[in-house]
């Protein structure tokens, strides 16, 4: 049995954490898997103290590693691992993508990108170690399909209130002051149209804080800061009219895809990796710009036309089914590991 390790940081987000699960869980009946956390609060507190640790396991058993992100990379590599898997982390700057190059010539590194768009950003920029697109999956056992009207009361929803989730952490990459500031636009002219965020991530307060200076206290619902307690995603999902992408380039795309899998009806900005997954009037409204008018515009213009938002709902549904399946995810990775596990064995033959 392959044995394999992950490293990773101890506080995740969303997509990191969610993929992670299913590979060690569900994987774990064909794979020896272990998790090592790397940095403040987890196993090993910074990059030298694991590899010190690291390089005695590597000797041992010569196992196959699992890196998240480009510190636990640099674990990998300088503790002597021959087996590499990488999942980057969304976005590098041209210092790191230096600092990426020296450890990928260094060793025999296999990137696992969750868009085509990160694949080619890496390609462009001089990468040249085997690089292969492996989409987060969608687990469709935790979707409600029927509408979770008990929570809806909780968070203060009223029956009649048109709810716009906007979707994920709440960090400079999924841009929910946008968001914040296009239903704020909507619900100058309506009230019943409010924007319900989840309530984490290294932007929440900021947000919160720009919700405050429009000076419209009922527009917006933090989740986890209403109800003083952790949701799951999916719960939110259950409780939602419509959800509405402000993300910029590299954003996290699990939460649009579980948007999708849920039928809820999508109204969007248009970036590289979201043009993989959205269709332009099937899957998604695509607003032209990402500014809060051209949002505000184009989630009115949904909600007009009913018909319309009945069929982007069906088709995101279908598309998310047919792609982002969680078994997809789960059997792309198999066989990585596996081909990874295997070209190195032939290597050391």
């Given amino acids: 049995m392959i044995e394999i390790i992950h490293i990773a940081p101890p506080h995740r987000d969303f997509q990191t954490q969610r993929c992670l699960e299913h590979l060690r869980h569900d994987l774990a009946g064909n794979f020896k898997i272990t998790l090592h956390t790397l940095g403040p609060g987890g196993d090993y507190q910074n990059v030298p103290a694991a590899i010190l640790a690291l390089k005695s396991a590597n000797r041992d058993r010569w196992p196959l590693v699992h890196a998240w992100g480009l510190a636990a990379l640099s674990v990998a590599v300088f503790a002597g691992f021959r087996r590499i898997v990488f999942s980057p982390d969304l976005f590098y700057r041209p210092m790191a993508i230096g600092w990426l190059r020296i450890l990928a010539d260094r060793a025999p590194v296999h990137f696992a990108c969750?868009?085509?768009?990160?694949?080619?950003?890496?390609?462009?920029?001089?990468?040249?170690?085997?690089?292969?697109?492996?989409?987060p999956g969608v687990d469709f056992s935790r979707l409600r399909v029927e509408r979770n009207s008990k929570l809806r009361a909780e968070l203060g929803v009223a029956p009649n209130d048109f709810l716009i989730f906007s979707p994920g952490e709440s960090t400079e990459f999924t841009a929910h002051r946008n968001a914040a500031w296009a239903v704020g636009i909507m619900h100058a002219l309506d009230e019943r149209y409010r924007l319900l965020l989840w309530g984490r991530g290294s932007e929440t307060n900021l947000v919160v804080r720009f919700v405050r200076k429009l000076r419209q206290p009922n527009l917006m619902i933090s989740?986890?800061?209403?109800?003083?307690?952790?949701?799951?995603?999916?719960?939110?999902?259950?409780?939602?009219?419509?959800?509405?992408?402000?993300?910029r380039p590299f954003a996290p795309t699990l939460p649009v895809q579980i948007c999708m899998a849920a039928g809820l009806p999508i109204v969007s900005t248009v970036t590289p990796c979201l043009a993989e997954i959205l269709a332009p009037r099937q899957s998604a409204i695509l607003a032209p710009r990402n500014t809060p008018r051209m949002l505000a515009q184009s989630m009115?213009?949904?909600?007009?036309?009913?018909?319309?938002?009945?069929?982007?709902?069906?088709?995101?549904?279908?598309?998310?089914?047919?792609?982002?399946?969680?078994?997809?995810?789960?059997?792309q990775y198999q066989t990585l590991y596996h081909q990874v596990a295997a070209r190195a064995a032939l290597q050391a033959g």
Avoid: M, N, W
């Fill in 223 to 247: 989740a986890e800061s209403r109800l003083s307690r952790r949701v799951r995603f999916e719960e939110l999902i259950s409780v939602a009219d419509a959800a509405l992408i402000s993300s």
């Fill in 114 to 135: 969750p868009t085509a768009a990160l694949q080619q950003f890496f390609l462009a920029s001089g990468i040249a170690s085997p690089i292969r697109v492996i989409r």
């Fill in 300 to 331: 009115h213009d949904l909600l007009q036309d009913p018909t319309l938002s009945y069929h982007i709902a069906d088709t995101a549904r279908a598309e998310a089914r047919k792609s982002f399946d969680l078994p997809i995810f789960l059997d």
